[in-house]
Nanobody
Framework: QVQLVESGGGLVQPGGSPRLSCAASGFTFSRYAMSWYRQAPGKERELVASITGAGSSTNYADSVKGRFTISRDNARNTVYLQMNSLKSEDTAVYYC?????????WGQGTQVTVSS
């Protein structure tokens, strides 16, 4: 079965640069696009970034463009989100998502709190 496990969150100071990881299993990882979403308290879940199966194309929300970088290592079945210049408004639970055929699969999420 498809499993996605995020890691790398925590308490980060403003301006910090954590890297989130999402380890995937249960499907042919390199065939499918992967995405990172986030959900802040009281807000809807929003797309942060996505990457194609081969990693050749990426897409970002305007709010993170130039600060966040999505990447993947298909040999390790892992997708990453490098976050730089963090702001308080980046505080959220971050989820990775895989769309395998017509089904969406989500990880359990990892909390990122930006605070001094």
């Amino acid at each position: 079965q498809v499993q996605l496990v995020e890691s790398g969150g925590g308490l980060v100071q403003p301006g910090g640069s954590p890297r989130l990881s999402c380890a995937a299993s249960g499907f042919t990882f390199s065939r499918y696009a992967m995405s990172w979403y986030r959900q802040a308290p009281g807000k809807e879940r929003e797309l942060v970034a996505s990457i194609t199966g081969a990693g050749s194309s990426t897409n970002y929300a305007d709010s993170v463009k130039g600060r966040f970088t999505i990447s993947r290592d298909n040999a390790r079945n892992t997708v990453y989100l490098q976050m730089n210049s963090l702001k308080s408004e980046d505080t959220a639970v971050y989820y990775c998502k895989a769309r395998v055929w017509t089904s969406d699969y989500w990880g359990q999420g990892t909390q990122v709190t930006v605070s001094s």
